[in-house]
C-alpha cells in the first residue's frame, strides 16, 4: 500500500471539513507533543467530532493564525480553551471551542491495536502523567525520546 504525505497546511483543513461534514477520519500523527500517550510519526488517530468538550479530551484545534495542533483540553472557561500537549513541558495554546473541530477517541498503532482516548482508564492515565511534577515528567521525556 502506497501513502501520500501532503503538508499540514493541505491536509488539515481538508480533515477538518470532513470532520465538520459528521464524517470519521484516520490521521497519522506528527510531532512529539503527545508523548508517552501518541507517538508522531508511527502512531494514528481517530477523529470524530462531538456535541460537547471537556477537559482531557484530545482535540484537533485549528489556532489563530491558521495552525492546526491535536493536544489535550487544559481547561475551559465559558467559550474560551486552553490546549497543552502531554509531552510539552510549559507550552500552551488558547482557541475557542468553535476552533475545536473534532477529537480523537482512538490511537492505532503500527500493529494495528487500537487504543481509546475516551475510556477511563486512559483519562485516568492521562492526569496522573499531566500531575507528576515537571521535573519528573521531563526526565521520563528524555528517557522516552531517547528510546522511540
Known amino acids: 500500500m502506497s501513502s501520500l504525505i501532503l503538508p499540514n497546511e493541505v491536509l488539515l483543513p481538508q480533515v477538518a471539513e470532513l470532520l465538520a461534514q459528521g464524517k470519521e477520519v484516520e490521521l497519522r500523527t506528527k510531532g512529539s507533543s503527545m508523548l508517552p500517550f501518541i507517538v508522531g510519526d508511527r502512531d494514528s488517530v481517530r ?17 489563530p493564525g491558521g495552525r492546526f ?3 489535550r483540553v487544559h481547561e475551559i472557561d465559558g467559550d474560551s480553551v486552553t490546549l497543552k500537549g502531554d509531552g510539552n513541558l510549559d507550552g500552551t495554546e488558547r482557541c475557542t471551542l468553535a476552533d475545536i473541530k473534532g477529537m ?28 507528576l511534577p515537571r521535573a ?10 531517547r528510546l522511540i
Open 69 to 71: 495542533v491535536l493536544h
Open 136 to 145: 519528573v515528567r521531563r526526565f521520563y521525556l528524555a528517557i522516552y525520546r
Open 47 to 63: 477523529l470524530q467530532t462531538a456535541a460537547t468538550y471537556r477537559v482531557g479530551d484530545v482535540v484537533l484545534a485549528q489556532l
Open 104 to 131: 480523537a477517541v482512538e490511537v492505532i498503532r503500527p500493529s494495528g491495536e487500537k487504543v481509546s482516548l475516551t475510556s477511563p482508564r486512559s483519562r485516568g492515565r492521562a492526569r496522573r502523567w499531566v500531575s
